[in-house]
């Protein structure tokens, strides 16, 4: 049986493109900061490298991202996949889990509301024609861990068939670059991430991403949300208008990036950087290159283009 179809609570968060469907919202003065500089080439480089992998790699999969440090990979494939075919397959999963040891049953029930919400209850999981893979950047994988420990207890509950859903459900960590030794240390070797052992070996995969713009996305950037964890999953004034004091450059952040998914130039180089990858020959990934090369170029309602000039930046970084 499926739960209550009404979704949770989650923070509200702007629509910055015209991806699935609706009309992008006008910011206004919300995201006029005169003084805010652009993000620099480096980072607008290594997440469109990133973000080229995740695609390739995640097999034709509806994306998921937890949490917000990824939030500028979301806006970017929202401007990329504006108008495209793709629509509906972008989806948010806004909340911090990195740790459930102190969460109460309601919580609890909460957070399985939040999972329903963007299609990983157990039911729907087994019965989706497509997988879903969830994205997030991962040291440790303790979010992962607490997600799929949830998961699992939920589908063993309902006495779904883990046979199916394991071929449904996939995680693609944005690992921080590190040597590539056969020592180096990997969060899948953490004896708490045996879980990773119950899914194919396919469906756990990493993508590297320099360590600086690693840092900067998941610890140190602006967010339009502030976080989100269990002990505000409650809070009515959760869900309101943010309104802090790094709102404004969150905002004309979050709004470049859509507006550089837009450019054809960089969407280009997401397909040429897709095809470096080893399952590039597969039907799906094919797909989303063609969705990506073929959408509509109509920018109606989505603000300025960067004001640098996405395509110069971007030829310039990759001279």
């Known amino acids: 049986m499926t739960t209550a179809a009404t979704p949770p609570p989650q923070p509200y968060r702007w629509s910055l493109s015209a991806f699935g469907g609706g009309r992008p919202d006008q910011l206004g003065a919300l995201a006029a900061r005169q003084d805010q500089s652009p993000p620099s080439d480096l980072v607008l480089r290594e997440l469109t490298a990133v973000t080229a992998k995740v695609l390739a790699r995640a097999d034709g999969a509806d994306l998921c991202f937890l949490g917000r440090s990824l939030d500028s990979m979301y806006d970017l494939l929202t401007g990329a996949l504006e108008h495209s075919p793709w629509d509906g397959r972008l989806l948010r999963l806004p909340v911090s889990c990195m740790a459930d040891t102190d969460w109460s049953p ?55 068939p883990w046979a199916v859903i394991r071929r449904k459900l996939r995680y693609i960590a944005v690992t921080c670059r590190h040597s590539t030794s056969p020592n180096t240390w990997r969060w899948q070797q953490d004896p708490d991430n045996d879980w990773v052992r119950t899914l194919p070996a396919a469906h756990v995969t990493d993508v590297s991403l320099d360590g600086r713009v690693w840092s900067y996305l998941a610890d140190n950037q602006a967010k339009v949300n502030e976080s989100f964890p269990h002990w505000n999953w409650f809070d009515e004034e959760s869900v309101l208008t943010p309104r802090h004091r790094r709102l404004a450059p969150a905002l004309a952040e979050a709004r470049y990036f859509t507006d550089a998914g837009r450019d054809s130039h960089l969407r280009e180089e997401l397909i040429r950087l897709m095809a470096r990858e080893p399952g590039f020959a597969g039907r799906e990934q094919r797909r989303i290159a063609l969705a990506l090369r073929t959408r509509a170029t109509s920018r109606t309602g989505s603000g300025t283009r960067p004001r640098t000039g996405t395509r110069a930046r971007y030829k310039r970084g990759n001279r």
């Open 106 to 160: 309601a919580a609890g029930r909460r957070f399985r509301e939040h999972l329903a919400s963007v299609g990983l209850e157990p039911y729907a999981l087994a019965r989706r024609k497509r997988p879903i893979a969830l994205v997030d950047v991962v040291a440790e994988g303790r979010s992962y861990g607490t997600l799929h420990r949830q998961l699992a207890d939920w589908i063993e509950e309902t006495r779904e």
